[in-house]
């Protein structure tokens, strides 16, 4: 099993978990790797395996959700492209954001910088899509926001429901709600 592998199988006890509740025990339970090998990967331990995760995450990102945003198309094909990888990513909302679950309690302290730059990051590359259409910058800024808030929103309903319908309706109606005309 490559690093990637080894990464992403981490992410989903964090996904599961969360920092504080995630143990060296249940990260070798789902990567099958005894605790010796993942501190020879992981010197530091599962600090180390959280920013290995979240470094995963941040490219993934930029590849899948930032670059799309800056690349070519309309801005609601480009919108629609960025909806359907998050869709990917959170495996319809049933997968919970690494980002989120960074930013609760001793992880927020070890972290929040990483995840604060990640979210900007997207936030931004969203909104400079919005003033494309001449929506003002501090309005886009805001509807960009909104729309980061609407789908880490869908993402705690769909785990407490047990159903994906609220991501995947906020993910298909982020182009129309971010496109609208200013009124």
Known sequence: MDRTEVVQRIAKVFRQCGYEGTTLSLISEATGLGRASLYHHF????????????????????????????????????????GAHLSQFYDCGRSACLLAIFTLGESDLLFHKRVNQMLNAWIDRLAA???????????????????VIQVQGALVLVRALDRTEPFERTVQQLPIRLLEPIA
């Open 129 to 147: 899509v919005l003033m494309e259409i001449g929506i003002p910058a501090k309005q886009a800024r805001q509807r960009a926001e909104d729309a």
């Open 43 to 82: 010197p530091n331990g599962k600090q180390e395996m959280a920013e290995a995760v979240l470094e995963y995450a941040g490219q993934w990102f930029g590849e899948n959700i930032l670059a799309p945003l800056q690349g070519e198309g309309t801005p609601a094909g480009r919108i629609a492209v960025m």
